[in-house]
T-cell receptor, first 111, second 114 residues
Framework: KQEVTQIPAALSVPEGENLVLNCSFT??????LQWFRQDPGKGLTSLLL?????REQTSGRLNASLDKSSGRSTLYIAASQPGDSATYLC??????????FGAGTRLTVKP | DAGITQSPRHKVTETGTPVTLRCHQT?????MYWYRQDPGHGLRLIHY???????DKGEVSDGYSVSRSKTEDFLLTLESATSSQTSVYFC?????????????FGQGTRLTVV
């Protein structure tokens, strides 16, 4: 069964710290992997899309890596800010038209 | 932000009544999706569309139907709402399927069935 797991479920860090969020998936034959941010009561905001042939993508303070052979992706956030507090979701597309989501990591950045 | 509008944003309805949620996009994207988000289950695909009048089922399609008569509109209908359909519903769009597919989401519709 194709599943996506995100650990930890919640993370609290002081402002300024660099941090890593983890996403693991079964079945390495993915099409792509997408990281989203979700603020309470809001929709999902796309952060980064990594295609199956790519190893990493960067946008500002965010860097996402992909290791298909180990079934893992990480989202690195540099110099965290209180405004980064949100839930971060990882979604994997294996083909067809369905994305499978992890349960998310709820990040709190304390001033 | 991708031009996706969901309506209504909030709705309370009674068990057994029909409910229709609307997703409208201004991006002219081919693919449109309906997801539901529930505590403990995350986001799950209900139905999706890959073109006008072309739709298919997702992981949790029972009790739901969809229609797409125009590129920009994708409707989700609960024929007879049940309490288990209380959820937050999200519409998503993508330009194409496959490797280069980046999905964009609407703001969600919170549906409560009492």
């Amino acid at each position: 069964k194709q599943e996506v797991t995100q650990i930890p479920a919640a993370l609290s860090v002081p402002e300024g710290e660099n941090l890593v969020l983890n996403c693991s998936f079964t079945d390495s034959a993915i099409y792509n992997l997408q990281w989203f941010r979700q603020d309470p009561g809001k929709g999902l905001t796309s952060l980064l899309l990594i295609q199956s042939s790519q190893r990493e993508q960067t946008s500002g303070r965010l860097n996402a890596s992909l290791d298909k052979s180990s079934g893992r992706s990480t989202l690195y956030i540099a110099a965290s800010q209180p405004g980064d507090s949100a839930t971060y979701l990882c979604a994997v597309r294996w083909g067809g038209n369905d994305m499978r989501f992890g349960a998310g990591t709820r990040l709190t950045v304390k001033p | 932000d991708a031009g996706i509008t969901q309506s209504p944003r909030h709705k309370v309805t009674e068990t057994g009544t029909p409910v229709t949620l609307r997703c409208h996009q201004t991006e002219n994207h081919r693919y449109m999706y309906w997801y539901r988000q529930d505590p403990g289950h995350g986001l799950r695909l209900i139905h999706y569309s890959y073109g006008v009048k072309d739709t298919d089922k997702g992981e949790v399609s029972d009790g739901y139907s969809v229609s797409r008569s125009k590129t920009e509109d994708f409707l989700l209908t609960l024929e007879s709402a049940t309490s288990s359909q209380t959820s937050v519903y999200f519409c998503a769009i993508s330009e194409m399927g496959g490797v280069n597919t980046e999905a964009f989401f609407g703001q969600g519709t919170r549906l409560t069935v009492v």
